[in-house]
Every structure is written in structure tokens, then in C-alpha cells.
């Protein structure tokens, strides 16, 4: 495993064992530790995501998501974000960076982040500081160590969920998961996502990826009420803790006496 210097350092990484990384991991797709002896609900494990807690933070239209716009725009209905954006949903953003520690990304997405942010220089932009600054990790088994350049950055190349496991005991807050749709789903069928963030905007783009595809283990959630809430202009902001992981409640109605009544499994 290897880690980049800090911003300004050597491209080449430092040779660094993971297990020294000074942070440990949620999973918040995000992800987050459990205490040894406490019950493990179905579908906590790490950050993401988290992370520590692993999250998994997304901005999303409808059932799909779709990159935004310039450099990170490869679908040829990108952009559809850029009218929805606002002070409310930057306030949004800004609050999952801020609980950051570090990143863990698929190859694509930290290619497409990393071809961007690293410009961005002003200090006081919180996610361009949390993104060039903190520990980046990228699942991949071809990015070699000279092109994962975005300092300080860690290149996994075993397993994915083997590796985030990993992770997670490390101390620290939530290692987010940004984008990177195709990993999020290894860590969602491995029970390893402990939190989702979404921005649901009010458009139907027509095309894109699926969060959880045809084939998704079934999941049910809760809604973390404090920070799930509309905003002007009609974005959902939304925070989802998994609950019940491989299998959800089922019911019917039905009609006795005249009346109609719901009857659960």
C-alpha cells in the first residue's frame, strides 16, 4: 500500500502500511466503527461512506445519477444540475466535507475529480481544501503509482471489500465515498455502507446510472430526520441509514366486513 505526500510534495508516493494511516474509518457513502461487544445491526460494517463510518454521498436525479458538468460531464445529458444548484444545496455539501477524514474513490471517478479540483486553489473553498489535503484511497488493480498523483494517495489494488474492512478499524471519523457508483455497489452488496447522503433534484434527465441497480440486495432505511429535510427550490436532501439488509416487510390489503384492512406478513 502506498500513500502521497501532503499537497506540494513529490509526485512518486511514500511507501507508508495502511495500518499507520493517522485516521480511522466510517464508511459514509459513509461508514462507522462499532465497539467490540455492542450488537451489529444488519447493514453497518464500516464509511464509509464510511468511514470509521463509511457514507456515501451523492447528488442524484430521480433513481439515477449523472456527472454535472465541464470536466466531470460525460454523458451527453450533463449540466442538468447546474440550475438546481444554490446557496442551500453548497450549505448541504459543504456539511458532509467538513465530517470528512478522508476519500476512497474508484478509479474513474478520482480520475475525473482529480483532472479538476486539484485547480482549485482559493483557501477558502472547504471541498477543494478536504479534497486536495486529506487521504485519498482508489480501488483499482491498473493505476500504477506515477498516475495516482492526486497527493496524498493510497492505491488498493486486493479486494475492495477486503481492503475497506481494513479501513475501517483505523481510527478517525468517515471516509467518504464521492461518486464511484460501481463501488458503491461491492460495498452495498457487502453490507460494508453505513450512511447515504442524497440530493434528489426535480428532473427527469432521461438517462444514467442507477444507485441500486436491477439485482440490489433488497434494503430498507431509516431517514435521519435532523439533516433530511426540502430545500428551496424543490432539491431533497436526504440522510439514509440502513436498517435491514437481504430482506423487507411485506403486507396486503384486504376486505373484512366491508372494511378494507392492512395485514402484514
Not at 444554490?86 to 475525473?112: C, I, K, M, P, Q
Not at 441497480?213 to 426540502?230: H, I, K, L, Y
Request: with cysteine.
Amino acid at each position: 500500500m502506498y500513500r502521497t505526500r501532503a499537497a506540494g510534495g513529490p509526485r512518486r508516493p511514500d511507501v507508508v502500511p495502511v495500518q499507520d494511516a493517522p485516521w480511522a474509518r466510517q464508511l459514509a457513502s459513509v461508514c462507522r466503527p462499532i465497539p467490540a461487544g455492542s450488537p451489529r445491526p444488519e447493514f453497518r460494517g464500516n464509511h464509509a461512506a464510511q468511514r470509521q463510518h463509511l457514507r456515501e454521498s451523492r447528488r442524484r436525479h430521480a433513481r439515477t445519477g449523472q456527472a454535472r458538468r465541464g470536466p466531470l460531464r460525460r454523458l451527453d445529458r450533463g449540466g442538468w444540475l447546474v440550475p438546481y444548484a444554490s446557496a442551500h444545496t453548497n450549505e448541504v455539501v459543504e456539511s458532509w466535507f467538513r465530517a470528512a477524514d478522508a476519500f476512497l474513490f474508484g478509479r474513474t471517478s478520482y480520475g475525473l475529480l482529480g483532472g479538476y479540483w486539484p485547480k482549485v486553489t482559493e483557501p477558502d473553498n472547504l471541498i477543494a481544501t478536504k479534497l486536495n489535503t486529506l487521504p485519498k484511497y482508489v480501488v483499482s488493480s491498473t493505476l500504477t503509482d506515477d498516475d495516482a498523483d492526486w497527493s496524498p494517495t493510497t492505491v488498493l489494488r486486493g479486494d475492495p471489500a477486503d481492503e475497506v474492512r481494513r479501513l475501517k478499524e483505523l481510527p478517525g471519523r468517515e471516509l467518504q465515498v464521492h461518486g464511484s457508483w460501481k463501488l458503491v455497489q461491492t460495498l452495498h452488496q457487502a453490507r460494508l455502507v453505513d450512511v447515504y447522503r442524497l440530493l434528489q433534484y426535480p428532473v427527469v434527465v432521461g438517462t444514467g446510472k442507477r444507485l441500486f441497480p436491477d439485482g440490489s440486495t433488497p434494503t430498507t432505511f431509516a431517514t435521519v430526520e435532523e439533516s433530511s429535510r426540502v430545500l428551496p427550490g424543490g432539491v431533497v436532501s436526504l440522510t439514509l441509514d440502513p436498517r435491514s439488509f437481504g430482506a423487507i416487510s411485506a403486507g396486503a390489503y384486504t376486505v373484512d366486513e366491508g372494511r378494507s384492512t392492512t395485514v402484514l406478513d
